[in-house]
């Protein structure tokens, strides 16, 4: 069996590397043709445990081959972006290119899956463009949607290990694509209609946004009430039925912090709890680094000086150096914005250097900030002890204090 990747990027790759590796011959498709000479010589463009070995392993083996264009395959695999453009509206113009760029080779038997991330209804207007283009293939190829839900930092295993949603636009394509699947993938596949499963793929992240914004309200709540939040949810999950997730600095990285935006925009009206999280985890980085300024004035007041400023990671979630739609460096760059004349020493263990902050290393600003906010909960942060002649501001839970 020869499948066709287009895109390979943080799922395109690994998803490409593992296929390669069980006996799939891949060919690896990107317009970029750096990652390109990139992949061909066994190295992968970005950070993720493991995925280095194994790409090494299938583009010398001969299993995974990349170039610019697709090349004549059985199935075509679909895993480009989809940003937003105007007032958060998706973006599906590469999806649209994707096809377009596999259907002079498209050939009756062929299965073709979407795993980019789209909006209700994608799938099946794809199908309407490769109809409309080649009419004779109407009925004749295998079309489905199959998001990937792997976790950044741990795509290798959870590639292989999760379930996943198979959605086909008619029963033969949901089996199919179920078939393709089934060489490396050990999880469950569920078999459902296209529509569904691409509502799937931004029902889990929307739902993870709404429960992040219900701890992250309440961390603005019990500031107010003078309540320690880390307590309080502890006490609250000790509930047999409750699971409150934790509260932080916002909501970022490329998936969670976009994809409730692809409901929000098709169904402005019904998705009001959706809309209202979205603005809850934004507000909260805001609300961060209005706390940090405050922070600032007071301490000026009190001490009649500026203080020395260190702010605790970059990053979007802990322990990884992707700083995509990362709250923490939208707090950092507004408090800069707000506070000209400070001392800021900015910190993330994960990457050496930035190239718009100059970074300074974890304990070295730990020992020398008079304030000290922790936007990211890196473990490195965790290893710090307390101390009370510093002000702490946790917005994430590092000591829990
Ligand atoms: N966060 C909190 N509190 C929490 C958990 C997370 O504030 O209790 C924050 C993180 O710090 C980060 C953001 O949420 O800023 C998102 O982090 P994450 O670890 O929840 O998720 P991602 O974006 O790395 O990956 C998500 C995953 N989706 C779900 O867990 C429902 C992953 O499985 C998806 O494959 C991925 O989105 C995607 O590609 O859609």
Same mark, same amino acid.
């Given at each position: 069996?020869?499948?066709?990747?287009?895109?390979?990027?943080?799922?395109?790759?690994?998803?490409?590397?593992?296929?390669?590796?069980?006996?799939?011959?891949?060919?690896?498709?990107?317009?970029?043709? #750096?990652?390109?000479?990139?992949?061909?010589?066994?190295?992968?463009?970005?950070?993720?445990?493991?995925?280095?070995?194994?790409?090494?392993?299938?583009?010398?083996?001969?299993?995974?081959?990349?170039?610019?264009?697709?090349?004549?395959?059985?199935?075509?695999?679909?895993?480009?972006?989809?940003?937003?453009?105007?007032?958060?509206?998706?973006?599906?113009?590469?999806?649209?290119?994707?096809?377009?760029?596999?259907?002079?080779?498209?050939? #009756?038997?062929?299965?073709?899956?979407?795993?980019?991330?789209?909006?209700?209804?994608?799938?099946?207007?794809?199908?309407?463009?490769?109809?409309?283009?080649?009419?004779?293939?109407?009925?004749?190829?295998?079309?489905?949607?199959?998001?990937?839900?792997?976790?950044?930092?741990?795509?290798?295993?959870?590639?292989?290990?999760?379930?996943?949603?198979?959605?086909?636009?008619?029963?033969?394509?949901?089996?199919?694509?179920?078939?393709?699947?089934?060489?490396?993938?050990?999880?469950?596949?569920?078999?459902?209609?296209?529509?569904?499963?691409?509502?799937?793929?931004?029902?889990?992240?929307?739902?993870?946004?709404?429960?992040?914004?219900?701890?992250?309200?309440?961390?603005?709540?019990?500031?107010?009430?003078?309540?320690?939040?880390?307590?309080?949810?502890?006490?609250?999950?000790?509930?047999?039925?409750?699971?409150?997730?934790?509260?932080?600095?916002?909501?970022?990285?490329?998936?969670?912090?976009?994809?409730?935006?692809?409901?929000?925009?098709?169904?402005?009206?019904?998705?009001?709890?959706?809309?209202?999280?979205?603005?809850?985890?934004?507000?909260?980085?805001?609300?961060?680094?209005?706390?940090?300024?405050?922070?600032?004035?007071?301490?000026?007041?009190?001490?009649?000086?500026?203080?020395?400023?260190?702010?605790?990671?970059?990053?979007?979630?802990?322990?990884?150096?992707?700083?995509?739609?990362?709250?923490?460096?939208?707090?950092?760059?507004?408090?800069?914005?707000?506070?000209?004349?400070?001392?800021?020493?900015?910190?993330?263990?994960?990457?050496?250097?930035?190239?718009?902050?100059?970074?300074?290393?974890?304990?070295?600003?730990?020992?020398?900030?008079?304030?000290?906010?922790?936007?990211?909960?890196?473990?490195?942060?965790?290893?710090?002890?307390?101390?009370?002649?510093?002000?702490?501001?946790?917005?994430?839970?590092?000591?829990?204090?």
């Amino acid at each position: 069996m020869k499948a066709c990747f287009i895109g390979l990027g943080y799922i395109g790759l690994p998803t490409a590397v593992i296929a390669a590796d069980n006996g799939i011959e891949v060919i690896g498709v990107d317009i970029n043709p #750096e990652v390109v000479k990139s992949v061909n010589s066994g190295k992968v463009h970005f950070s993720e445990p493991g995925l280095d070995k194994i790409c090494k392993k299938v583009t010398s083996n001969g299993n995974l081959k990349a170039y610019t264009e697709p090349q004549a395959s059985d199935v075509y695999v679909i895993v480009v972006p989809t940003p937003f453009k105007g007032n958060h509206e998706p973006d599906v113009s590469y999806v649209e290119s994707a096809v377009t760029t596999v259907l002079p080779y498209l050939k #009756e038997g062929d299965l073709c899956i979407i795993e980019s991330t789209c909006p209700v209804g994608t799938t099946e207007k794809m199908a309407e463009l490769i109809y409309s283009e080649k009419p004779a293939l109407k009925d004749k190829i295998y079309l489905s949607y199959c998001p990937e839900r792997v976790l950044p930092g741990n795509t290798v295993y959870e590639l292989i290990h999760n379930d996943r949603v198979i959605g086909g636009i008619d029963e033969g394509s949901s089996e199919k694509a179920a078939g393709f699947y089934s060489h490396f993938v050990k999880g469950s596949l569920y078999k459902t209609n296209a529509r569904t499963a691409e509502m799937c793929k931004l029902t889990e992240n929307a739902s993870r946004d709404v429960q992040i914004a219900f701890a992250n309200e309440l961390s603005i709540i019990c500031e107010k009430a003078h309540i320690n939040v880390w307590e309080l949810i502890e006490l609250a999950n000790k509930h047999p039925r409750v699971n409150i997730l934790q509260p932080g600095s916002g909501v970022g990285g490329h998936c969670i912090a976009v994809d409730p935006y692809f409901i929000t925009s098709e169904f402005p009206i019904e998705s009001q709890l959706i809309g209202k999280a979205r603005e809850i985890n934004n507000y909260k980085a805001f609300w961060c680094s209005e706390k940090i300024l405050s922070t600032m004035k007071d301490f000026n007041l009190r001490e009649g000086r500026e203080p020395v400023v260190a702010l605790m990671g970059l990053s979007f979630k802990p322990n990884i150096e992707d700083l995509r739609e990362s709250p923490a460096k939208y707090i950092v760059s507004k408090v800069m914005q707000g506070h000209n004349n400070a001392d800021f020493l900015i910190v993330e263990p994960n990457i050496e250097t930035h190239k718009v902050f100059k970074l300074t290393d974890y304990a070295e600003a730990y020992d020398t900030a008079d304030i000290v906010a922790f936007l990211v909960a890196h473990k490195e942060f965790k290893k710090l002890i307390f101390r009370d002649d510093k002000v702490i501001l946790d917005f994430c839970g590092v000591f829990k204090k």
